[in-house]
């Protein structure tokens, strides 16, 4: 069997993003923080890794991304993002989501 590890680290990030917002709700996180938790998840991910990844969430409508004039961003989960974090919808192509083990 033939493992993409940089595909499983892209989708595993991409789920990693949404809990963090989805814990940070109903508040948004700015990048800084959502950055040091990446980190602690995955030690030597980039800015522009989380950056990435982040886009890829807002372009499936998952995320909204704030970006300030100074280069800042502030991101929010949305309704969908709150469904896919709650198991209520289908999880596509994309996104790591772990299978529901409870009932």
Do not use: F, H
Not at 39 to 66: G, N
Not at 70 to 89: F, P
């Amino acid at each position: 069997m033939n493992i993409d590890a940089a595909k499983v680290r892209r989708e595993s990030m991409r789920w990693y993003l949404v809990l963090a917002l989805y814990n940070a709700r109903p508040e948004e996180l700015v990048e800084d923080v959502i950055q040091a938790t990446m980190r602690v998840i995955i030690p030597d991910v980039s800015p522009l890794e989380v950056r990435k990844e982040l886009e890829y969430l807002v372009d499936r409508a998952m995320v909204k991304v704030r970006k300030e004039p100074s280069g800042r961003w502030w991101a929010d989960i949305t309704r969908y993002g709150v469904d896919l974090a709650e198991y209520t919808i289908d999880c596509q192509p994309g996104i790591g989501r772990p299978e529901k083990y409870w009932n």
